[in-house]
């Protein structure tokens, strides 16, 4: 998710591509891709971007925030098209703490998924270098970005949401590996946010201490709430031991309890991207897009179940019903009659190939909201035991329009800007988990996750942020010191 301030550039996706499936086989009816479908996706169509040596940083680890489409680091004094925009070339010089984060995130998934022992090692490297080179040991909390080596912002200049994604990576470990450092980093991180940007009014956690860097204290902002939630608050809070784990779940269900009672309209059936003036709560506003607001619903729905809320769990229910009701549409078939010439309009009419949209009044969407979209429609997949009927064009769309197939990777826009200041690995490779495990229980079909646990049979396991049966547990060779498990979860359940 892009912060208030950056400018959400949403790309129409054509015709051409969204029908790129059908070419082939006209008449073939759409289908879920099944789980081999998911995995093949993570390692041969995301993959390849992030497994490049360029992505891996010097030192490993020290993963680069821009890079190029084919995967070369940037160079300001060459900048490559893709990253040329008005809206990323100010931010050139900056290497981001959230995007090494999400980036380690990407890792931890791959391993998750695949058992790759490279990308585990990459995942513990990401990790060693965000506890050892980027937590302000001064002040607290993390450093938002570094600029030529230097730190930048002032300590309560750095925004929540930035405080946040700096643990997004590290809750990923810590969910595969419990390791203790992490652990004790978490924690500590964790209460100071709460601590330092709780406000006092009550409505929940403030955007920056300061003004600077173009924010400011007056700014009420939906993720500043959401992104802890998602960040790290839902994966963690479970497996952490007492008093911790009541601490975190209290705050949890606070953080909730303020998105529902002030940046949530029960009459427009949205989350408000942000509350501080009229302005910012209107639709065309930033943040006021589909894709924040079903994360949002998302959210809350797992946080009811994990709560015991059945409210909270009936109104997120009925509002990810909603929301992808209305944020799907169907292509004129006189757009795309030229890129299909052998389809009639009547085979159209009988296999149309539905995409997602950010907004009522506008076509255009970016490739996390997409992800969002599809990992909300897969979750009410699960709970109702089929797929949802959106996710019969919109996933396999999403591996066909949005990877790049040459390089690998997902762009903001389709096979393009895949490395940047507010875009790398982390939403492709939620997606692609989130998928996988739907496509496994929909198949009635065990889910085969890696783990790196020491003694992981005293552990309870998890399917990510679901519910799962362990069927078997096997233990595989140690990789740089890190055990290795693979462990199989049946009835696969939200």
Known sequence: MMKKSTPIRLFALSAALLCSGINAKPLSPPSFPDGQAWLTHAQQGLAPYWMMESAQGRPVGNFPTFRCDNGQVLEVTKVCQELNKSWITPHFGREYTRMKSRQTYAYGVLYHLTGDPQALQLAQAGAEYLIHHLQDKEHGGFISFT????????????????????????????????????????????????????LADGKGLAWVLND?????????????????????????????PEPHKSRWLADLSWLTEVMLTHYYSPQEQRFYGAIHHPAVMTQQAKHNDFGHTIKAYWMTYLTGVLLQQEDW?????????????????????????AFVPEMTETQWQANPIKAWRSRPFSNGISSWEWAELDQAAMTLSLLEGAAEPVLLSTAQAFMDVWVDEQYGGVGLNPKSTKAFHWGNGYHQFEHALV???????LNQQPATLYFAIDHAQSY??????????????????????????QVEFTTIQP
């Open 147 to 198: 600029k030529h080596g230097q730190v930048g912002l002032e300590w309560q200049q750095r925004t929540s949401q930035d405080q946040a994604y700096a643990l997004v990576g590290l809750a990923m470990y810590y969910y595969l590996t419990r390791d203790p450092q992490v652990e004790k980093v978490l924690i500590k991180q964790q209460r100071f946010i709460f601590d330092q940007y709780r």
């Open 212 to 240: 600077g860097d173009g924010e400011s204290t007056k700014q009420r902002e939906l993720v500043a709430q959401l992104d802890q939630i998602n960040g790290y608050l839902l994966l963690v809070a479970p497996l952490l």
């Open 313 to 337: 769990k009936q109104l997120a229910k009925q509002g990810m019903q909603h929301i992808i009701e209305h944020a799907q549409y169907v292509p004129n078939y006189s757009a795309i009659q």
């Open 435 to 441: 998928g996988y495990l739907t496509a496994q229980q």
């Open 460 to 485: 309870p396991l998890s399917p990510y942020y679901f519910q799962g049966k362990v069927k078997s547990q096997q233990r595989l060779p140690t990789v740089n010191g890190l055990p290795r498990w």
